[in-house]
């Protein structure tokens, strides 16, 4: 089988178990996107909306989060983790979205990694979902993924996403993002993957190849 054989069949099967894949993080605007993808960073997408509607009503444009005292920002995210730093880092990012940009989250990937808190993991979430504008977000899920698919053999994330961006069509970007950052959180999971769900075990997955199957025979 072609390497491109093996891509068309991986993509096929994300397509068939996420044909409409979203963004899990609640948001309204394109800056509370940010903010939530900021907050998003060593936690997960459930317990970040916990906190979010709160804050966002207290606080709904950078305007507003500029203003805020940091020590009330620590209290409305403090269950998210590492609060201290996301919300020194929200509060800076606002105020220079007020300075900088007059208060418009800016749509580039130049600017938006300019924000204290923004990587090009954080750019590229804001700018698939808020911007429809083509990028791909290697994060943890895509990462592990994207690996034990043997989609890439490289582990730096901003390597991976230029690797991954010269195999994955543009149009298929932001979709491909959203696909493999589900499968990796409720199927090919970190520790216990669910492997006997996955119709890429028969023949694709090199990891199931080589860790998992020997696994399970050693157990026999
Ligand atoms: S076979 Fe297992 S390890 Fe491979 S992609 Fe599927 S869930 Fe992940």
Known sequence: MTKTE??????????????????????????????ATILSAQCTDKQVNKVTPSLFAKYPTAYDM????????EKLIYTTGFYKNK????????????????GILPNTLEDLVKLPGAGRKTANVVLGNAFNTAGIVVDTH??????RLGLTKLTDPVKVEFDLMKKIPKTSWTKFSHQMVLFGRYTCKAKKTDCHLCDLADGICGFYKENVKIELKRKK
């Open 6 to 35: 093996r891509l068309k069949i991986i993509l096929d099967y994300l397509d068939k178990i996420y044909d409409d894949p979203r963004c899990e993080l609640f948001y309204e605007t394109p800056f509370q996107l940010l903010v």
């Open 66 to 73: 500029a203003l805020a005292d940091i020590s009330d920002i």
């Open 142 to 147: 895509m990462l592990r993924v994207s690996n």
């Open 87 to 102: 919300s020194k880092n929200i509060l800076l990012a606002s105020k220079m979205i007020v300075d900088d940009f007059d």
